[in-house]
């Protein structure tokens, strides 16, 4: 497999990339709050034999570097982050977007404001709203870094919606938060600030300039999700295929790969959503 390694220079952010594989369809990989690119692997695996995959590190995250300025990584910077990315690595005009969790929200905003950028995209364990579960999960992780208490704050995370993810990548988890230096810390702690602000992504994000054919996936059993938000707000992609998936939480293809298939067959198929 070809694997090209770069970094980026994004103003005051330094971000690491991986390219795997050299077809000419690219799809560009968005993960989660804290979660670095190294979750993709099954992700790339799957999919190198038709695209070429790309990962990367969000400022804050992994082995991307602030280089200056404070620790919090605003919504703006995030999106710039993006669009550096895409511009830098893809092989051809448009891209595919694969997100999850936090990462749907910025996916699904770079591709209504720039649909022709983006071809297809899957919004995985989209977080349209917040629901009551999640901000009490802000408040006790918020909580337990006031008081020092930060190596509760996986656990705490892994008891509200990662029960079904293997034990390895809950030790995973556990190690990641127990390592993380102040400036990490703080960077999440600040991003819980900004989830716990923007309660609605419709006032962020016009749904209906989405051009892209649009999967939204969502875990039966995903507890920090507001699914009747979830779907009022697919409602609004125009072009938009919706799957519940029975016995899943919040992790998806890490709890059942069989959704590889699921992601798969979206990804592939030629028809209209």
């Not at 404070?70 to 910077?77: D, I, K, S």
């Not at 059993?221 to 072009?239: F, S, Y």
């Amino acid at each position: 497999m070809k694997v090209v390694k770069g970094s980026i220079r994004c103003d005051r952010f330094l971000v690491p990339y991986r390219i795997y594989g050299d077809k000419p369809d690219t799809i560009v990989c968005i993960s989660g709050a804290k979660q670095t690119m190294a979750v993709w692997r099954s992700f790339v695996k799957r999919f190198v034999p038709s695209f070429s995959v790309v990962v990367f590190d969000l400022p804050g995250t992994g082995r991307a570097e602030i280089l200056s300025g404070a620790p919090q990584v605003t919504f703006e910077e995030q999106q710039q982050v993006l669009l550096d990315v895409i511009e830098d690595t893809a092989k051809t005009d448009n891209v595919v977007l694969a997100a999850a969790s936090w990462g749907t929200i910025l996916a699904a905003y770079i591709a209504a404001k720039y649909p022709t950028k983006i071809e297809k995209m899957i919004l995985g364990s989209f977080g349209v709203s917040t629901n009551d579960t999640i901000l009490e999960l802000i408040h006790r992780g918020q909580s337990a870094f006031k008081t020092g208490d930060v190596e509760n704050i996986a656990p705490l995370m892994i008891e509200c919606f990662g029960q079904y993810i293997p034990e390895s990548q809950k030790q995973q988890m556990i190690s990641q938060f127990s390592n993380m230096d102040e400036k990490e810390l703080l960077n999440f702690y600040e991003h819980c600030e900004f989830v716990k602000t923007s309660r609605d992504i419709s006032k962020l994000i016009n749904l209906r300039e989405i051009e892209a054919k649009t999967l939204v996936i969502c875990g039966e059993h995903d507890t920090i999700l507001d699914h009747d938000g979830i779907r009022a707000a697919v409602t609004k992609i125009p072009n938009c295929v919706y799957k519940l998936i029975p016995d899943t939480d919040h992790f998806l293809h890490w709890e059942k790969p069989s959704i590889l298939d699921t992601y798969s067959n979206f990804l592939h198929s030629t028809e209209s959503a």
